[in-house]
């Protein structure tokens, strides 16, 4: 009775190492072919429009209200304990730090790492992949590598859209329902403003740019089973996004902060 779980556990241990090893082959086969980049440059930057351009609407609203519910929130925890005040400092950090990057990201990750997977996925249940590689065209020059540079450079500057735009989402609760004035609230952000805390931010962006397009790449290249594979390819790209978003959330958190 006891070996079925211990099998089980161990099959799922062995299918994460798989596909951890498998995504690490794919970036160093990215990386390898990135000598190509000036010449494939027009690629590049039609999946920066995609992905950078096109959703900056949806990270405009995302982080509009992030910010919002963010002061909304901390000034119901620092009421009778802490002067509102410290309102404008605090969620700014909450916001350069954690809140811009991570959700950002997931943002990223459920529009951009899902198209990704869904696109190659339909390209590879459709034997187009097999087509490019019959006319001596590389799948990793001319699809992942693109994909992988456009991410990786867009997501943080979608993050500092993300932060201006929390900071104010904040700013516009605090002024108008907790009626703390400008002055206060920007005197606050400016006197806990550090430089490192913005860096630290668009450093997790670096690396949740790549985790999100290495994801949807590596899961949208190894696709089969038609439509249903397709369908399932989407819905892995995007847990297995969120959860290395977050795991890698942690291990940079502790590395820089």
């Not at 039609?46 to 929130?73: D, K, Y």
């Not at 990057?101 to 992949?129: D, H, N, W, Y």
Request: aromatic share 12%; net charge neutral.
């Amino acid at each position: 009775m006891l070996l079925t779980p211990i099998r089980l556990l161990g099959r799922n241990v062995l299918d994460i190492l798989q596909k951890f090893g498998g995504m690490t082959l794919l970036l160093s086969q990215i990386l390898s072919e990135s000598r190509s980049i000036f010449r494939d440059r027009m690629l590049v930057i039609e999946q920066m429009h995609l992905v950078g351009v096109r959703s900056l609407p949806l990270v405009c609203i995302t982080s509009l209200f992030t910010g919002a519910v963010s002061s909304w929130q901390a000034a119901y925890q620092f009421e009778g304990f802490v002067s509102l005040s410290y309102l404008g400092g605090a969620t700014s950090l909450a916001i350069f730090i954690e809140l811009g990057p991570v959700l950002t990201a997931f943002v990223m990750a459920g529009r951009i790492g899902s198209s990704i997977a869904a696109e190659l996925g339909t390209m590879k249940v459709t034997e187009q992949i097999d087509a490019l590689e019959s006319l001596a065209i590389s799948p990793i020059r001319y699809l992942a590598m693109p994909r992988f540079w456009a991410a990786f450079l867009m997501l943080p500057l979608l993050t500092v859209f993300a932060d201006v735009i929390g900071v104010f989402g904040a700013y516009i609760v605090a002024n108008n329902l907790l009626d703390i004035s400008t002055t206060m609230f920007f005197d606050s952000v400016q006197y806990f403003f550090e430089v490192r805390n913005i860096f630290g931010g668009l450093a997790k962006a670096f690396a949740f740019g790549a985790t999100v397009a290495i994801v949807g790449c590596f899961v949208g290249l190894r696709t089969y089973g038609g439509a249903e594979g397709v369908g399932r390819s989407t819905i892995e790209a995007f847990v297995m996004s969120a959860a290395l978003i977050l795991i890698n959330d942690y291990i940079m958190a502790t590395l820089i902060f």
